[in-house]
């Protein structure tokens, strides 16, 4: 499984971003797909998460601002981000697990990674 993340870039605060992440290497539909996000010194954190289409799921620290969603079709899934705000300036990945159905929002929960894509956002 390969998944390639792209969009990232420098925003003004109060700006949008759209992230994509492109995965290969088996059928897309079936399995969950996840945001995360790292800065310097801190741990990976969860951003969102979709189960399915209709099922996701949000930190709260995004939640009203981040939308997450899937194009089954084109074996992608994007973070739309709206009121970006300068605490969410990071590098954000795409993550996969090895097994389909609904897993957990805990890093070790992931198995593949994409690349990551810096996100900075300017006050």
């Known amino acids: 499984v390969q998944l390639q993340a792209s969009g990232g870039g420098l925003v003004q605060a109060g700006g949008p971003l759209r992230l994509s992440c492109a995965a290969s290497?088996?059928?897309?539909?079936?399995?969950?797909m996840a945001w995360f996000r790292q800065t310097p010194g801190k741990e990976r954190e969860f951003v969102a998460v979709?189960?399915?289409?209709?099922?996701?799921y949000y930190a709260d620290s995004v939640k009203g601002r981040f939308t997450i969603s899937r194009d089954n079709a084109k074996n992608t899934v994007y973070l739309q981000m709206d009121s970006l705000k300068p605490e969410d300036t990071a590098i954000y990945y795409c993550a996969a697990p090895r097994s389909s159905g609904r897993v957990g929002v805990r890093e070790y929960d992931y198995n593949y990674w994409g690349q990551g894509t810096q996100v900075t956002v300017s006050s």
């Open positions: 979709s189960w399915s289409a209709s099922n996701t």
């Open positions: 290497g088996r059928p897309f539909s079936s399995y969950t």
